[in-house]
Each structure stands twice: as structure tokens, then as C-alpha cells.
């Protein structure tokens, strides 16, 4: 079965500081791998995407890494502002099969000043 | 240019009824995908149609069904409402199909309350 699973579920941080999110996933045929931003109450924003042959992609201050090998990503976070309080989520798609888009539950980040 | 709009934005409905939801993608973009959002099962895949065509399909019932129309709209329509149904929906646009390496704009969701 198609699983994605993110840590920590949750996070809080002080402002200014790095953080790194992880993302560990079973897809399998892998297509390609995303990030979205999620503010409370409002759709998911695209930072980043990632295809097999992508291991690292920058987005501001966010920079996600991927290891196709060992089925990892991760989403970096620098210089941490309180406008990144939000939940993180990682989107794993495979390319064959019924079940395409796989997601993460997400880690909720607090940046506190 | 504008973005991906849903409407309406909040919905009540009771148990045993239908509803309808609808998702105008951003212009020029033929995809467009459907997910539920809620605090336990975080977010899943409904379905993504493509230039009027149903691509691919979760793992949800039969009761929730969608199509697009030629001008890339789409609609959800979920029938036989049950409580474990409250959630928020989202839809997503984007120029390809969402498999393919191109980002996904989400729309602000309906939040859909089942009594």
C-alpha cells in the first residue's frame, strides 16, 4: 500500500531559527514528489517539486532534498519567520496504478517570536 | 489572472441529502482535481478530470461522483450525505494532468458540514 509519512507532527520553533522537516514514502512506481504550504483555513500552496532525477530544489528559504534511493525528503526551512506557521505537507505521486496522489498528515509548524 | 474558485465557500446539509460543488480552475489550465481534507484522515484524492475526461480515481465511494465540462469547470456532487462526509473540499488546477511535474493551484476549499 501507497504510504507517506511525515515527522515531527508537530513543531514549534523560535523565530529566526532553521528547521527540517521530514518525509519518508513507500509509492511505488515514484513519478515525482511535492511540498505544499498550509495556512489555517485556506488551500494549499505549492513550494516546491521534485522527479526522480531531482535531489535537491530551492524555494526562498525553503530548500527540499530527496533520496530516491532510500525513499526520503526533506523540506529545510532558514531563518525561520513567524509567517511560516503553518502545516507542511508532503505529496508523494506514482505513475502507474489506481491510486496516483498519495499524501502526508502533515507537521504543524509554530514559529514563535 | 485569477485563481482557482470554489463555491459555495460553506455548506450545511443534513444526512440523506445531496450536494453539488463547484470548482472553476485557473484560466487556461484543463486539470482539475478533487480532495477531502479533514482532521483525521488529513488529505485524500477524490478524482482529477483532464479536458473532460475522468484520469484517475481514489478510494472513495460511489455516492461521490464529479465531471468537467468544456470549459474546464467542474463540479462534485456527493449524494446520500452521511456525517463522516463534513470536511473540507478542495480542488486543485494545473495545465497538465497532475502527474506530470507541473504545480497544482489549490482553491480556497468548500467546508461542508453534515448534520
Known amino acids: 500500500k501507497n504510504q507517506v509519512e511525515q515527522s515531527p507532527q508537530s513543531l514549534i520553533i523560535l523565530e529566526g531559527k532553521n528547521c527540517t522537516l521530514q518525509?519518508?514514502?513507500?509509492?511505488?512506481?515514484?513519478?515525482?514528489l511535492r511540498w505544499y504550504k498550509q495556512d489555517t483555513g485556506r488551500g494549499p500552496v505549492s513550494l516546491t517539486i521534485?522527479?526522480?532525477?531531482?535531489n535537491t530544489k530551492s524555494n526562498g528559504r525553503y530548500t527540499a532534498t530527496l533520496d530516491a534511493d532510500t525513499k526520503q525528503s526533506s523540506l529545510h526551512i532558514t531563518a525561520s519567520q513567524l509567517s511560516d506557521s503553518a502545516s507542511y505537507i508532503c505529496v508523494v505521486n506514482n505513475s502507474g496504478g489506481y491510486q496516483k496522489v498519495t499524501f502526508g498528515t502533515g507537521t504543524k509548524l509554530q514559529v514563535i517570536p | 489572472k485569477a485563481g482557482v474558485t470554489q463555491t459555495p465557500r460553506y455548506l450545511i446539509k443534513t444526512r440523506g441529502q445531496q450536494v453539488t460543488l463547484s470548482c472553476s480552475p485557473i484560466s487556461g489550465h484543463r486539470s482539475v482535481s478533487w480532495y477531502q481534507q479533514t482532521p483525521g484522515q488529513g488529505l485524500q484524492f477524490l478524482f482529477e478530470?483532464?479536458?473532460?475526461?475522468?484520469?484517475n480515481k481514489g478510494n472513495f465511494p460511489g455516492r461521490f461522483s464529479g465531471r468537467q465540462f468544456s470549459n474546464s469547470r467542474s463540479e462534485m456532487n456527493v449524494s446520500t450525505l452521511e456525517l463522516g462526509d463534513s470536511a473540507l473540499y478542495l480542488c486543485?488546477?494545473?495545465?497538465?494532468?497532475?502527474?506530470?511535474?507541473?504545480?497544482?493551484?489549490f482553491g480556497p476549499g468548500t467546508r461542508l458540514t453534515v448534520l
Open positions: 486543485a488546477s494545473s495545465l497538465e494532468p497532475s502527474g506530470i511535474t507541473d504545480t497544482q493551484y
Open positions: 478530470y483532464f479536458s473532460e475526461t475522468q484520469r
Open positions: 518525509c519518508n514514502y513507500t509509492v511505488s512506481p515514484f513519478s515525482n
Open positions: 521534485m522527479t526522480f532525477s531531482e
